[in-house]
């Protein structure tokens, strides 16, 4: 069973930034695409990045990006969403995703494990 633990939201001001960690507790997760989802109140979940199993490959929502990075650590078993010029559409709660087949997908769906989430709030 995966485990995955998001840590690094909370509120900060329009244009200010945030980093964003996900811990996963799993021997393998150099095997996994992983991925970062949000959900703001009211509104769908929505695809923000992802990041195929070795860094290689990374795919970010046309809604951040030039704002968002996703990277990842193999040796901590951890990825990262680092987030710049935050705005306030941007709030939501952050969720990361791991797929064992490594398919790099934006759909969630394709995701099999995910964590509890992390609440990022932006003021105006």
């Known amino acids: 069973q995966v485990q995955l633990v998001e840590s690094g939201g909370g509120l900060v001001q329009a244009g200010g930034s945030l980093k964003l960690s996900c811990v996963a507790s799993?021997?393998?997760?150099?095997?996994?695409?992983m991925a970062w989802f949000r959900q703001a109140p009211g509104k769908e979940r929505e695809f923000v990045a992802t990041?195929?199993?070795?860094?290689?490959?990374?795919n970010i929502a046309e809604s951040v990006k030039g704002r968002f990075t996703i990277s990842r650590d193999n040796a901590k078993d951890t990825v990262f969403l680092q987030m710049n010029s935050l705005k306030p559409e941007d709030t939501a709660v952050y969720y990361c995703?791991?797929?064992?087949?490594?398919?790099?997908?934006?759909?969630?769906?394709?995701?099999?494990?995910w964590g509890q989430g992390t609440q990022v709030t932006v003021s105006s």
């Open positions: 990041i195929s199993w070795n860094g290689g490959s990374t």
């Open positions: 799993v021997r393998t997760f150099s095997r996994y695409a």
């Open positions: 995703a791991a797929d064992p087949l490594n398919r790099n997908s934006q759909y969630g769906v394709r995701y099999n494990y």
